[in-house]
């Protein structure tokens, strides 16, 4: 069973107080864009991973795998041994604000429910994914939603349009706890509401909505990593319609007026050389699938 899943880009993440359970009530809207990992899962006899591709070696083969993790908790919900042999070709890099943990683990629950052929109701495999982390039920629900709770209780939303984006990605990662802790450590300050991004969204407009992208973790991730305004500069010199940094960060994500803009951007950003890497996508795609054939 080889399941795709993508990378998502917060178009809008308001980080409220820190609650008893050490997360922080947010409220942000995500999108899903065209980035993929992708894990297949074989039969066997016990549970191994093998993780190839972008950042592989960052990422834990056994205890702190987020796939493994998944396969195994699945196995337990379903009252039967975790016997997978699961592969995870990453695309996504890790501990770069797009997901890509998550991504893995609810590739790994997709691809276990189905070849265990357990056929588990979205919402359970959702409340699952909830137990796994705050971005594991998007990466399953994908396209265009609001999240609220610690990021893990999705909404629907009206979106129209498709949206190219350039990434920009950092040879170093930033550690998700790190960045929320920078945050606290400043006063709060209250920001507008996601009223901009949705009617931006609504009105399938992309210049309305790279002027209300919005996160409260950027100017953290900034003092933490200053060199990323560098890219936020150029993106808006090379005619980005918007820029941000994506959740905890460091992958900055321009938003273009339209694919043949992004194609370009990415040409002339990739020549600055201010990033490691750099990578055009659309949004929103969807959720994590199983791939047919
Ligand atoms: O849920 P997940 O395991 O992905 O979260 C990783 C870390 O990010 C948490 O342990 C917490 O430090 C931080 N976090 C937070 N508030 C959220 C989501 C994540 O403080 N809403």
Known sequence: MRVRVPAKINLLLHVGPLRADGYHEI?????AVSLYDVVTAAPASGLTCTV???????VPAGQGN??????????RRAGRRPDVALTVEKSIPVAAG??????????????CDALWGLGMERSELLGLAAELGSDVPFSLHGGTALGTGRGERLAEVMARGSYSWVLGFASEGLSTPTVYRERDRQPRSTSAGPEAVLAALRAADARALGAALHN?????????RPALRRVLDAGAEL???????????????????DQSAATAL????????LCRGVRVAHGPVSGARVVPG
Not at 216 to 224: E, F, I, K, S
Not at 239 to 257: E, F, H, M, W, Y
Request: charged share 10%; net charge negative; hydrophobic share 55%.
């Open 239 to 257: 005619g980005a319609v918007g820029g941000i940094v994506s959740g905890s960060g460091p992958t900055v994500a321009l938003l273009a007026r």
């Open 266 to 273: 990415a040409a002339s950003l990739a020549g600055l050389g």
């Open 216 to 224: 409260d973790l950027q100017a953290p991730a900034l003092r933490l």
């Open 27 to 31: 409220a942000t809207v995500l999108q």
């Open 98 to 111: 797009l997901a890509g943990g998550s991504a893995d683990a609810a590739g790994a629950l997709v691809a």
């Open 66 to 75: 987020l796939a493994v993790t998944a396969a195994g908790l699945l196995a």
């Open 52 to 58: 190839t591709g972008e950042g592989a070696d960052l």
